[in-house]
């Protein structure tokens, strides 16, 4: 039920209606709570992404009773095909009481509008094309009580439409990486923490029903075994369309990141390629784009005075391997579930006590685990490191299964087997911060 009062346009405003926002606007309205979900750009809309989704993205859908079949439109895949080391692998996703056994893949533009329209069939309030321009706070408190936003100007009109200020107790921010919300209230980006970049095309290709995700190990900055190996990987992942998604990510630790030309990387990297595979100019459908991947918290607190942070903008993508949207979805359903227990008590201390428990629920859910990958990032970014891993690592395929499940972060946390067991000890014990 809303509990909002004449004061406010709605009980929660969510600001950006990507994977984040959009599953934070669902399970709110889930809840009964008046969310109003505001989108800059219009539906459908490209984003830059692998287009892949781990198991543990696949359980949030399952949760929000989507459909991923094959039938609605899904690409199922069995897990990862690694090349690296003269080596070729295929790693199962684990089978798991936690996780289903089996990832997905779905084109962003079309993913991210499912998402925002499931959560406009709960109840949520999308408005799109509608750009946030500037927080709301209250004069006496500071706290933040809104946000001030502009319509885009419709087609074929000379108007110029009038800022909007719209009022709520709670304003989450699910604007992504550079979280122009969080900037506005002096939350800015931690430099002590990993960031990674990725760049992507499409290719016209006869793989495009792999039913595994394929990701390569080796990225040399010049000709291989005469140069570095970079810090990142790879990947082919077929679309079922015709198409596959090609790219590769790369991390912020290696002494020439700064000076890397990304695309040119990956023109290199696919001009060794199998010539049959067509990753070739005249078969390449759209341009190369590119994006940041905030890392490992980068972007704190996740709650100060009536602000929550989800996703992109709490900086909580995997070091390990690169994925933001299960932990964009998660994060989002864990903002949901505490903001409503807040918003049935009485506005002051025992609201913000609730509150407060954002942030510690974050940590305890993944602050060990994004600390070891710190830990990681930071040694692979020594290319002798790097390569003693893809050399020595993938031709011990038990030492591999442990590696997939500690880089995806799939495993069960009661019982499970001895590899579940050390990894999540080694969570554990690891100072979450």
């Given at each position: 039920m809303?509990?909002?009062?004449?004061d406010?346009?709605?009980?929660?405003?969510?600001?950006g209606a990507g994977p984040?926002?959009?599953t934070?606007a669902?399970?709110l309205?889930?809840?009964?709570?008046?969310?109003?979900?505001l989108?800059?750009?219009?539906?459908p809309?490209?984003?830059?992404?692998g287009?892949?989704?781990?198991?543990?993205?696949?359980k949030?859908?399952v949760?929000?009773?989507?459909?991923?079949?094959e039938?609605?439109?899904?690409?199922?895949?069995?897990g990862?095909?690694i090349?690296?080391?003269?080596?070729r692998?295929?790693?199962?996703?684990?089978?798991?009481?936690?996780?289903?056994s089996?990832?997905?893949?779905?084109?962003?533009?079309?993913?991210?509008?499912m998402l925002?329209?499931?959560?406009?069939?709960?109840g949520?309030?999308?408005?799109?094309r509608?750009?946030?321009?500037?927080?709301?706070?209250d004069?006496?408190?500071?706290?933040?009580?809104?946000v001030?936003?502009?319509?885009?100007?419709?087609?074929g009109?000379d108007?110029?439409?009038?800022?909007?200020?719209y009022?709520?107790?709670?304003?989450i921010?699910?604007?992504?990486?550079?979280?122009r919300?969080s900037?506005?209230?002096?939350?800015?980006?931690?430099e002590?923490?990993?960031?990674?970049?990725?760049?992507?095309?499409?290719f016209?290709?006869?793989r495009?029903?792999?039913?595994?995700?394929e990701?390569w190990?080796?990225?040399?900055?010049?000709?291989?075994?005469?140069?570095?190996?970079?810090?990142?990987?790879?990947?082919?992942f077929?679309?079922?369309d015709?198409?596959?998604?090609?790219g590769?990510?790369?991390?912020?630790t290696?002494?020439?990141?700064?000076?890397?030309?990304?695309?040119?990387?990956?023109?290199?990297?696919?001009?060794?390629?199998?010539?049959?595979?067509?990753?070739?100019?005249d078969?390449q459908?759209?341009p190369?784009?590119?994006a940041?991947?905030?890392?490992?918290f980068n972007?704190?607190?996740?709650?100060?005075?009536?602000?929550?942070?989800?996703g992109?903008?709490?900086?909580?993508v995997?070091p390990?391997n690169?994925e933001g949207?299960?932990?964009?979805?998660?994060?989002?359903?864990?903002a949901?579930?505490?903001v409503a227990?807040?918003?049935?008590?009485?506005?002051?201390?025992?609201r913000e006590?609730?509150?407060?428990?954002y942030?510690?629920?974050?940590k305890?859910?993944?602050?060990?685990y994004?600390?070891?990958?710190r830990?990681?990032?930071?040694?692979?970014?020594?290319?002798?490191?790097?390569?003693?891993?893809?050399r020595?690592?993938?031709?011990?395929?038990v030492?591999m299964?442990?590696?997939i499940?500690l880089?995806?972060?799939l495993?069960?946390p009661?019982?499970?087997?001895?590899?579940d067991?050390?990894?999540?000890?080694m969570?554990k014990?690891?100072?979450?911060a």
């Amino acid at each position: 039920m809303s509990r909002k009062s004449a004061d406010y346009d709605a009980d929660v405003i969510v600001v950006g209606a990507g994977p984040a926002g959009a599953t934070t606007a669902y399970h709110l309205a889930r809840t009964g709570l008046d969310v109003l979900l505001l989108e800059k750009t219009a539906f459908p809309r490209e984003k830059v992404c692998g287009d892949g989704l781990t198991p543990r993205a696949v359980k949030q859908l399952v949760a929000m009773g989507i459909d991923t079949s094959e039938a609605a439109g899904w690409l199922q895949n069995k897990g990862l095909r690694i090349y690296g080391g003269g080596m070729r692998l295929e790693l199962p996703w684990p089978d798991l009481a936690e996780f289903p056994s089996y990832g997905l893949v779905r084109k962003r533009s079309d993913f991210d509008e499912m998402l925002a329209r499931h959560a406009e069939k709960a109840g949520a309030r999308l408005l799109e094309r509608t750009t946030v321009t500037g927080p709301v706070t209250d004069e006496s408190t500071g706290r933040l009580v809104g946000v001030t936003a502009k319509p885009s100007r419709e087609a074929g009109s000379d108007a110029v439409p009038e800022e909007v200020t719209y009022r709520a107790p709670l304003v989450i921010a699910a604007d992504g990486n550079s979280s122009r919300l969080s900037v506005s209230v002096g939350l800015r980006r931690r430099e002590d923490r990993p960031m990674g970049v990725a760049v992507r095309t499409y290719f016209t290709n006869p793989r495009h029903d792999d039913d595994w995700l394929e990701s390569w190990l080796e990225l040399w900055d010049g000709k291989p075994g005469q140069s570095n190996l970079l810090p990142g990987y790879g990947w082919v992942f077929g679309m079922g369309d015709g198409t596959s998604n090609v790219g590769l990510g790369l991390l912020n630790t290696s002494t020439g990141f700064q000076n890397t030309d990304t695309r040119a990387l990956l023109k290199a990297w696919l001009s060794g390629m199998p010539e049959e595979w067509g990753f070739v100019d005249d078969q390449q459908v759209g341009p190369v784009r590119g994006a940041a991947l905030p890392m490992g918290f980068n972007r704190q607190p996740h709650y100060s005075s009536g602000l929550l942070l989800v996703g992109d903008a709490g900086g909580m993508v995997n070091p390990f391997n690169g994925e933001g949207i299960a932990y964009a979805m998660e994060s989002g359903e864990l903002a949901a579930q505490i903001v409503a227990q807040a918003l049935a008590r009485p506005d002051g201390s025992s609201r913000e006590r609730v509150l407060r428990t954002y942030p510690r629920a974050l940590k305890a859910q993944y602050g060990g685990y994004y600390t070891l990958g710190r830990v990681f990032v930071k040694a692979i970014g020594d290319p002798r490191i790097m390569k003693l891993a893809t050399r020595h690592g993938l031709p011990h395929p038990v030492l591999m299964r442990f590696t997939i499940k500690l880089l995806a972060n799939l495993t069960d946390p009661r019982g499970g087997d001895a590899m579940d067991r050390v990894i999540n000890a080694m969570c554990k014990v690891a100072p979450a911060a």
